[in-house]
């Protein structure tokens, strides 16, 4: 009996232990879970290149950052503890993986930030929609979240600052360049849209570089050489640091750092520059760059006094400054927490025991928190130390503004690049770029080789010495506008003339070097000198041809031409005899019919309105009905002549007589201004048919088709200056030419030698196009020398170079010689009619109603004497009362 006595007191007493180790078990847990619920632990895996100075410095900012985060009561609260766990990638995509793998195995963490390089970003996109992967530095346009749902861009995408660059090129005036690229999915993910904005800019890209990351420098240095032998000079460089180091040090080893050359390169070379060693920095003096702007603030200031002093205590060296990128990966886990602290509390990742990590990335279960929280972070807007943070399609947005910077002994800012306004100098208070015409510039630059020029933008031919070879017509006449003469003491050829100004004067507003020598080509046997001469252009045997060339349809089928630089069309020169019309009715051609009736009936219309005011006053206008008729017509006739012997009453009819005197005036005057030049002028409808008609030896007009030309009508040849005077001065009947035809600026040419025997008349038809600079097809020149035409027009510097070869005679300008004086009509002096017209309609009115008051106050002059006529009857009559005083007087 004592045996189960004793053992089931021992079961109680097993059964009392174990329910207090239950609760004693439930209690720990409930401590626990309250431990935990005030003290969130959030794990972040950190994939650096620990190699590199950009690695270091942002995992310095981020550790940076977690101690701000957890000394901040403000904006995250204190049960948020953020855990980094750092790993080296080494700048290996795989190796970055391999991290990333491990971290989500081993570590669950929640995000992964830092993937440093594009490269690394794309491979860990492999990693699908787990956690969200955050990039402070991977650029590349090829990342996006169509490829990769979680991937987060902290910094701003490539494809932004191709706006600044194209607006750069555009400000230099450049028109050829070279783009030099990494061969990488950062390198070539700027290209496509880089050309383009280029294009639009109508800058041309001569020839694309890409170079391999890992490329050693031997072959860095193949590339320059043949870099080199381009006519281009002008680079535009995006690549990683790494080789950027590496790449500038030997361009200025090779001399391509020299005075000529121009350099522009992408932020993510001048992002780190502040870490890069010095002697590269003294191979990139004079190169140009962009880099995202960065708002000054107080909270910035403080972070970068904090980080000296860190980077003091830690380091004995140089003290780097802090860079955009390091800004942006403390940022980033400001995001991150932001984002973690509003989405709330979250279910830890089940452990996978996989044993292949890399082979079996599907192993590792998807996480409804991992698309939460890139949604969270997505949402989010905060102001951190790079400024607004606001994510847009899972990238930071374009900053307001780019810095653009030269590198001369260190990074100096000399502008500012906004979307809005282009390139300015200053920004105003909100970061916007300001108005002012002043600052719609930049500051001094120094350019490679310490010169303090623009780089012109092509220098062609320069490296093999071969320069071109310039086309110029050499001929007998006209040498004002081109001339070729060969100098006896030096025996070289002078080549000179008005066209051989205006290219060199073009040439030199161009934005590159152009290196040039004249060749003459002398007259072709076969008559077709400047068909010819087209023909070897388009052959590609001269580099161009520059003279008088003339601009036609056929010849721009071979030929690229410039625009014009004269005026265009063609004209006749005629002597200057007076000839005398044979028309009876010469006399009424200066005005038309309708002007010739407004004359006449306003004549008739004055003389009446003057009858109507004076016929009732004045003597001079009474009479007999035919007296009266007879008046109002001599009277308004007879001021064309003399003055009238009829003298005026009213003040009114004076008025409008003087008013017609001065319509008079001007219309005898305008009659025998216009009568005189009829009676001058030649007529070309007049030139018989049969005469001889000259035109230019091998000019584009020699076709039987001009002014009442018939078969019969002969074609000299004409060379020179003098053989159009002679031609005209023997005339048809005796072997020469009753008129000449040929483009206006020969014409103009001619009348400035001969002005006072010959005249210029209008032409009839233009089948030219003026003078232009011929090119083979598709040369680069032509668009510019056709600029800096319209630019030389612009400033009238064309006018100038046409003032110095044709003194007073410039061809541009239109003389006034017409074939036809123009017939005066009633449209041209309706405005003295009007005036006429009005003056007598009012004249006649106020009469009208001067008449009628006078007439009015004339009836009651007229009443007031009945009236008072009447009074005085009425008076004389004694009344009754008056007759019987005088009665009873007398009867006293």
Known sequence: MQLPMKLERLARIFILSAILHAFHSIGRSMALNTHHRHHRHIHVGVILDMESQVGKMAQQCMTMAIADLNASASHINHSLKLILHPRNSMGQPLKALSSAVELLENEQVEALIGPQTSEEAELLGELGDRVPLISFSASSPFLSREK?????????????????????????????????????????????????????????????????????????????????ALSANIFIVHMSASLAS??????????????????????????????????????????????????????????SLHWRNNSFTNQHHRIPEVNVYCLWAYDSVWALAKAVYHLGPTTSMQKNDSANKLAHLAAFPSRRTGSDLVRTILRGKFTGLSGEIQLKNGQLQQPLAFEIVNVVRRVKRIGFWTQWNGITQGLNGSSVATQSPSLRKMGSIGWPGSSSAVPKGKQVMRKTGKRMRIAVPVKPGFKELVGVELDPETNTTIVTGFC????????????????????????????NHYEDLIYHVYLQQYDAAVGDLTITANR????????????????????????????????????????????????????????TVEHIDNSGFKGALARQIGTVVWYSFSTLVFPQWEKLISNSSKVVVIVWLFVVLILTSSYTANLS???????????????????????????????????????????????????????SQNGGVAAIIDELPYVKLFLSKYSAQYTMVE????????????????????????????????????????????????LFPDQDSATEVARLDLYRFRGLFLITGITSTVALIASYKFRKKKSTMKQHEVADQRAKEKFSLVSNIPSRRTSCTHIRRHSC
């Open 677 to 731: 030049s009829m009676l001058t002028v030649r007529q070309l409808e007049y030139l018989p048919k049969g005469e001889s008609v000259g035109v230019p030896f091998g000019s584009p007009v020699n076709q039987p088709v001009l002014i009442n030309s018939s078969k019969e009508t002969s074609f000299p040849l004409l060379q020179t200056v003098e053989d159009y005077a002679n031609a005209l001065r023997e005339g």
């Open 246 to 303: 590496r790449f500038f040090v030997k361009v200025n080893e090779l001399g391509m750092m020299s005075t000529g050359y121009g350099w522009i390169v992408t932020d993510g070379i001048i992002n780190e520059l502040p870490v890069m060693d010095q002697s590269v920095l003294d191979s990139m003096q004079g190169v140009i760059g962009i880099r995202p702007y960065i708002p000054s603030s107080e909270r910035l200031h403080n972070f």
């Open 500 to 527: 051989i100004d205006v290219f060199k004067a073009a040439i030199d507003l161009l934005p590159y070097e152009v290196k040039f020598d004249f060749i003459p080509i002398p007259n072709s046997t076969t008559g």
């Open 556 to 611: 721009s089928s071979y030929v690229d031409f410039t625009m014009p630089f004269t005026e265009a069309g063609v004209a006749m020169i005629v002597p200057v005899e007076t000839t005398q019309s044979t028309s009876m009715w010469i006399f009424l051609q200066p005005l038309k019919v309708d002007l010739w009736l407004a004359i006449g009936a306003f004549f008739v219309f004055t003389g009446c309105v003057v009858w």
């Open 763 to 810: 032409p009839l038809y233009n089948n030219t196009n003026g003078f232009g600079f011929a090119f083979p097809k598709g040369s680069p020149l032509v668009p510019d020398i056709s600029a800096s035409i319209a630019k030389l027009r612009e400033d009238g510097k064309l006018y100038l170079i046409g003032q110095n070869w044709f003194k007073d005679h410039y």
């Open 148 to 228: 990769c749902p979680n991937f987060i861009r902290m910094t701003t995408n490539d494809n932004s600052q191709v706006g600044a660059i194209a607006a750069l090129v555009q400000k230099f005036g450049w028109r050829e360049l070279v783009i030099i690229h990494e061969d990488s999915s950062y390198g070539n993910g700027i290209v496509p849209d880089l050309l383009l904005a280029l294009d639009e800019g109508n800058a041309r890209v001569a020839h694309r570089t890409a170079i391999p990351p890992q490329a050693r420098d031997i072959y860095v240095e193949a590339q320059l050489y043949k870099l080199m």
